[in-house]
Structures are given as structure tokens and as C-alpha cells.
């Protein structure tokens, strides 16, 4: 099975970042053992759009429709509680995307993920 991740990270420092400082996401696709780069995907960053916060967030949430599970340093309360209304899975990473990645596929995680999960946070260990 493959599963849809999107990172929310910078491509070229691949340092994960908190969702409402995001500029871009990192998209790939994970199955058994292996990651493809699907693309990278520029967003406003949430916490940037001052009065047009829920505007942002509504286009963040549209843009990443075909993802199953958003991953990023760390998410707030309204962030969480929109992405699991819209049936997407947030996991919290201290790290890079890469080190993200490479916990994920020791793990098995595209063999052992469910989809429609109603767990919508899991840490999933620090890069730290």
C-alpha cells in the first residue's frame, strides 16, 4: 500500500517546520520500503496571513486533499482540528525530512498505516 505524505519543510535545508511557518511541502509517497519525491508545494505560511489566517489554512488543507498524513515539527490545536475534519493524519517530528523518512520506512510505517485512522497525532521519535 502506498501511503501520501506530505512534509512541512524548506526542500533545500530539509529542516522540518512548525505547519504555521511553512512556506512550502514536501511531498512524497511511502509503500513498503521506499520513498518517492512526488513535489514540493508552495503555501503561504499560515501563521504569516494575519487576518487571512482561515483563508490560508482552508488553501493549505485544499492543496494537500490528496495526502494522507501531513507531518511537521509540530502543530497547533485549530491546525490539528482542521486537517482531522478533513480526513488527514498529522504527525509531529523534531528533524529533518529526511531523518522523518528514514524512521518511517525502519518502522514500516507504509505497511502498518490504516487508512481513516482516528489516531490524527502520533510522535514519531525526535531527530535530536
Given at each position: 500500500m502506498t501511503v501520501r505524505l506530505a512534509f512541512a519543510?524548506?526542500?533545500e535545508n530539509r529542516q522540518l517546520d512548525h505547519f504555521g511557518h511553512a512556506q512550502e511541502f514536501v511531498v512524497y509517497d511511502l509503500d513498503d520500503s521506499t520513498a518517492a519525491l512526488v513535489e514540493t508545494r508552495a503555501?503561504?505560511?499560515?501563521?504569516a496571513a494575519g487576518p487571512r489566517g482561515d483563508d490560508a489554512l482552508a488553501a493549505t488543507t485544499n492543496l494537500?486533499?490528496?495526502c494522507q498524513i501531513v507531518i511537521s515539527a509540530a502543530v497547533g490545536p485549530c491546525v490539528y482540528d482542521a486537517l482531522a475534519k478533513n480526513g488527514l493524519v498529522?504527525?509531529?517530528?523534531?528533524g529533518t525530512?529526511?531523518?522523518?523518512l528514514a524512521q518511517l520506512i525502519a518502522r514500516g510505517f507504509g505497511r502498518r498505516y490504516a487508512p481513516g485512522s482516528t489516531r490524527a497525532t502520533v510522535n514519531v521519535g525526535s531527530g535530536s
Open positions: 519543510g524548506d526542500s503555501i503561504d505560511a499560515f501563521c494537500l486533499s490528496d498529522t504527525l509531529e517530528y523534531d525530512i529526511d531523518e522523518a
